[in-house]
Nanobody, 120 residues
Framework: QVQLVESGGGLVQAGGSLRLSCAASGSFFSIDYMGWYRRTPGKQRELVARITSGGTTNYADSVKSRFTISRDNNENTVYLQMNSLKPEDTAVYYC??????????????WGQGTQVTVSS
């Protein structure tokens, strides 16, 4: 069974920093992309950042130059370094990844979510 476990959320003042981690475990062949989404009450879940297995990244316009996504392929872990945090970054952040389960089977999985709260 594949699992994604997030950590690193919490409460921080505006202008502060947090680092989220998401570790993948279970039985799979490889991981294609890994990424972070967030959701606030009343809004749809939105992509924050994504990174491919080769290291190509893309970011939501609202977080460019403030957030950095990275991954450790040996540890099957993805990170999100969040700097210059703003109150509007407050959300539940979800880890997402596409797993190649076998050579002919793949699927995406989600973590349980971690709360990030930025106070003004």
């Amino acid at each position: 069974q594949v699992q994604l476990v997030e950590s690193g959320g919490g409460l921080v003042q505006a202008g502060g920093s947090l680092r989220l981690s998401c570790a993948a475990s279970g039985s799979f062949f490889s991981i294609d992309y890994m990424g972070w989404y967030r959701r606030t009450p009343g809004k749809q879940r939105e992509l924050v950042a994504r990174i491919t297995s080769g290291g190509t990244t893309n970011y939501a316009d609202s977080v460019k130059s403030r957030f950095t996504i990275s991954r450790d392929n040996n540890e099957n872990t993805v990170y999100l370094q969040m700097n210059s945090l703003k109150p509007e970054d407050t959300a539940v952040y979800y880890c997402n990844a596409w797993f190649v389960i076998t050579r002919t089977l793949g699927s995406d999985y989600w973590g349980q979510g971690t709360q990030v709260t930025v106070s003004s």
